[in-house]
């Protein structure tokens, strides 16, 4: 038995020997999938999907919607609803109204803005002035001629007033061409037919009550102490420039407005 198996064993192992060991052509196939193994996949492409094109007897075939047509009553009452709506509403106002709410009414009067420096003494030097009181009787003074003018031979109850309680009088000569003390009629006839209105502080308070005491010529020595005396002073000369007014029509319109 053993003689008898040796030489299969022998057999078996040379068998096997020739089946392990693979050819060149062998090799050379396994290393070519080996390499197609180790490769990227390639990814795949995608191209558009193109839209089918519609047929000309798809296109002519599609079904149309068609608009009612409406009955020929329908189609008059229509038309009448669209002139109904174009017709402007009519006025519920009689014609005298509507005629007075479309005229602007005319303004009355004459409104004029003069620009600031108005009728200036003078700037810087030449508007530097001194308080000087004068006699009046004195006719050959300079201050006296000049702030009186023609009137120097017959001054008013106002210049006289002015005069004695001093003038700031400037040095500058175009200042003193410019400057007058108006009596109390030559004020009236400088207003005469305007209407002037002034509104401000107390300062413009004491401005309107002495303008009314050179209008009226009745100049006073009465010191203003307090507002409440300043506003009663005010409220009374307008009544007298009111009282003036109607009765006479061309006396200066003077007023406060506060």
């Known amino acids: 038995t053993t003689t008898t198996a040796q030489p299969a064993l022998e057999q078996y192992e040379a068998t096997e020997s020739k089946a392990e060991t693979p050819s060149p052509l062998q090799e050379e196939t396994m290393k070519q999938q080996q390499q197609q193994s180790l490769a990227p996949t390639p990814k795949p492409t995608l191209r558009p999907t193109k839209q089918p094109t519609p047929t000309p007897t798809e296109a002519t075939t599609a079904p149309k919607t068609k608009k009612p047509t409406p009955s020929p009553t329908l189609e008059a009452t229509m038309k009448e609803e669209e002139v109904v709506s174009l017709t402007p ?5 009689d014609d005298s109204s509507a005629t007075l709410a479309t005229e602007v009414p005319k303004p ?26 004068r006699n009046v009787e004195s006719k050959d003074d300079e201050i006296v001629s000049s702030l009186l003018g023609p009137d120097v031979d017959s001054p008013d109850r106002v210049q006289k007033r002015m005069l004695n309680e001093s003038v700031c009088f400037p040095d500058s000569p175009r200042a003193r061409s410019k400057l007058h ?17 002034l509104s401000g502080d107390s300062y413009t308070r004491n401005l309107f009550i002495g303008l009314s005491e050179v ?5 006073t020595n009465n010191h203003i102490m307090t507002g409440s005396q300043r506003n009663s002073l005010v409220k009374r000369k307008n009544q007298a420039f009111a009282d003036a007014r109607e009765e006479d029509s061309s006396f200066p319109d003077v007023r406060y407005i506060c």
């Open 89 to 93: 509403p009519a006025s519920t106002t």
């Open 215 to 219: 209008l009226f010529g009745n100049m």
């Open 108 to 133: 009355v009067g004459r409104v004029q803005f003069v620009p600031f420096p108005h009728n200036d003494l003078g700037v810087n030097q030449e508007a530097v002035c001194w308080w000087k009181a």
């Open 181 to 197: 003390l108006f009596s109390a009629e030559q004020a009236k006839q400088c207003l005469s037919n305007i209407t002037l209105v």
